[in-house]
């Protein structure tokens, strides 16, 4: 059988279990075309709860009664697909669920992973994955840090920044990272390498990031919006660039997705919205260097992994109370 989690109905605010029914169902093979996917890991990332809400967006909504679309890792059980195996580890569009039945092609392709390094499987979701290539094209194609500018990252103690900031520093950037409370703000600068730390959640932040770029900002590598968004924007030098990558504090629907023009056109901005879905023919370039980045100890990386396919709902809420650090994965099924 084939235990799937199903999309009940839109939340409201933070998921609940309720708005999802626990289904089993057979477990199915595959057809024509088709692998026969065992899912070892899900990747949890803020684009899941977007997924579930009717609004527009990069992908069709999550239809009510559908299992919940997710990214994720697996192990290939049966075939029917030119250059995929039984036994190849594979990454892709597997769903909260314990066997998926996929298709090469679409956003998110079923792409295989190297079983043959030292790296744990789940470092392909993260700083190996789709976290570390959108840090790496995000930082280094679009914000393009330059050695002695400064470069903000938002999110900073999540997957997407904490690798963002770290690529910052290679170029030779000052790295600031905003996170939420002391302890993260003391592994952003202890562990990830940043020169300093805002925490957003202590009273004189505002006070706080003024003193951390004291040359103005040059970079930001922005995540979350909101008010954090646009202090970092009243501080912004002449001509910066801004990767939009994220804007988190609004996909549970309270946060804002609004900027501030006046700061844009004053400091004339370069603002450039981007979504990795668009770097498919790029994604192994980056993995290589990635990869290789973390092999030699260059790149840190944290994960945070939590048990079971039926906590997918609870951990993505962890999104929203910051409960993560660096990538958040759940594991369905032990390692083949
Ligand atoms: N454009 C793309 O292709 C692309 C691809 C991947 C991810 N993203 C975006 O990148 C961002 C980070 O994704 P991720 O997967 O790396 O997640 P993540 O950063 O590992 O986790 C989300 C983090 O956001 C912070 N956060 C949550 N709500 C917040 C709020 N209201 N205000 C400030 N901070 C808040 C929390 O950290 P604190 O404890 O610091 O609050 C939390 O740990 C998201 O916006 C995501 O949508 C974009």
């Given amino acids: 059988m084939n235990v799937q989690l199903r999309l009940k109905r839109r939340p409201t605010g933070r998921v609940s279990a309720d708005d999802f029914d626990r289904v089993e169902a057979p ?5 024509a075309g088709e692998v026969l996917v065992r899912v070892l890991y899900l990747s949890i ?35 029917n697909v030119p250059g995929f195996s039984a036994g190849d580890l594979v990454f892709g569009l597997v769903g909260w669920q314990q066997f998926a039945v996929m298709k090469p092609g679409g956003p998110f392709p079923l792409t ?9 499987p789940h470092t392909f979701l993260g700083v190996c994955g789709p976290s570390g290539v959108t840090a790496y094209y995000g930082m280094l194609d679009i914000c393009k840090p330059q050695a002695g500018e400064t470069a903000v990252v938002t999110g900073a103690a999540g997957s997407v920044g904490s690798i963002a900031g770290q690529l910052a520093k290679f170029q030779g950037a000052r790295a600031v990272g905003i996170a939420g409370g002391p302890e993260k703000c003391r592994v952003l600068v202890e562990e990830f390498g940043y020169d300093a730390a805002v925490d957003y959640k202590a009273q004189d932040w505002r006070q706080q990031l003024k003193a951390a770029v004291p040359k103005g900002v040059d970079v930001l590598f922005e995540n979350v919006g909101g008010p954090i968004m646009h202090a970092v924007f009243g501080r912004m030098n002449v001509g910066g660039r801004i990767a939009l990558c994220g804007l988190i504090n609004a996909y549970n629907g309270e946060g804002t997705t609004q ?23 790029r994604w192994a370039a980056a993995t290589a260097d990635l990869v290789r980045w973390v ?14 396919l039926e906590r997918a709902p609870d951990a993505l809420n962890m999104l929203f109370d910051g409960a993560n650090v660096g990538k958040l994965v759940v594991r369905v099924a032990e390692n083949a």
């Avoid at 477990?27 to 057809?31: D, L, P, S």
């Avoid at 900027?259 to 770097?279: Q, S």
């Fill in 27 to 31: 477990r199915g093979g595959a057809g």
């Fill in 45 to 79: 990332d803020p684009t899941n709860r977007v997924w579930m809400a009717d609004v527009p967006q990069y992908m069709p909504p999550v239809g009510i009664g559908d299992v919940m679309r997710g990214a994720g890792l697996g192990e290939v059980v049966e075939s």
């Fill in 112 to 120: 295989k992973v190297p079983r043959n390094t030292s790296l744990p």
């Fill in 259 to 281: 900027g501030d023009f006046g700061a844009l056109l004053g400091r004339r901005l370069h603002v450039h919205g981007f979504n990795i879905i668009d770097y498919e023919k």
């Fill in 295 to 308: 092999l030699e100890g260059k790149l840190r990386r944290r994960d945070t992994i939590v048990e079971g």
